[in-house]
Nanobody
Framework: QVQLVESGGGLVQAGDSLRLSCAAS????????MGWYRQAPGKERELVAA???????TYADSVKGRFTISRDNTKNTMYLQMSSLKPEDTAVYYC?????????????WGQGTQVTVSS
C-alpha cells in the first residue's frame, strides 16, 4: 500500500507561482512513475505532468514551459513547480503513483489540493 498526501495549494493571482508537493509513504520502494492530474469543475480529470523513476518527464501542452515536475526519491516526495499561472489552471490537483506491480495505470491517488488562480 502507498499513501499520497498533497500540499501547497492555495489562492493566487494570474502570473504568480506556486509549488505543490506530494509526500509518499508506505510501500514507496514499489513506486515507479508518478504524476500530477487536475480536475476543473465540469471537466474531466487530465494529466498535467508525469515523471518516471529514472527522471524522464512529460507535460500536457497547456502547461509546457510553465510547469516543472520533479521528485526527490530520498524524501519520497514529488513536486510541481507552477509559474505564470493562468485562471484556466484553476482546479483540484491530484498526485498519483504507479507501482512496479501495475505499471500500466495509476493505482494510488492523493486526496487533492485546490489551486485557484484569480484574474
Amino acid at each position: 500500500q502507498v499513501q499520497l498526501v498533497e500540499s501547497g495549494g492555495g489562492l493566487v493571482q494570474a502570473g504568480d507561482s506556486l509549488r505543490l508537493s506530494c509526500a509518499a509513504s508506505g510501500d514507496t520502494i514499489c513506486i515507479s512513475a508518478m504524476g500530477w492530474y487536475r480536475q476543473a469543475p465540469g471537466k474531466e480529470r487530465e494529466l498535467v505532468a508525469a515523471i518516471t523513476s529514472a527522471g524522464s518527464t512529460t507535460y500536457a501542452d497547456s502547461v509546457k514551459g510553465r510547469f516543472t515536475i520533479s521528485r526527490d526519491n530520498t524524501k519520497n516526495t514529488m513536486y510541481l513547480q507552477m509559474s505564470s499561472l493562468k485562471p484556466e489552471d484553476t482546479a483540484v490537483y491530484y498526485c498519483a503513483a504507479k507501482t512496479i506491480y501495475s505499471s500500466s495505470s495509476y493505482s494510488y491517488w492523493g486526496q487533492g489540493t485546490q489551486v485557484t488562480v484569480s484574474s
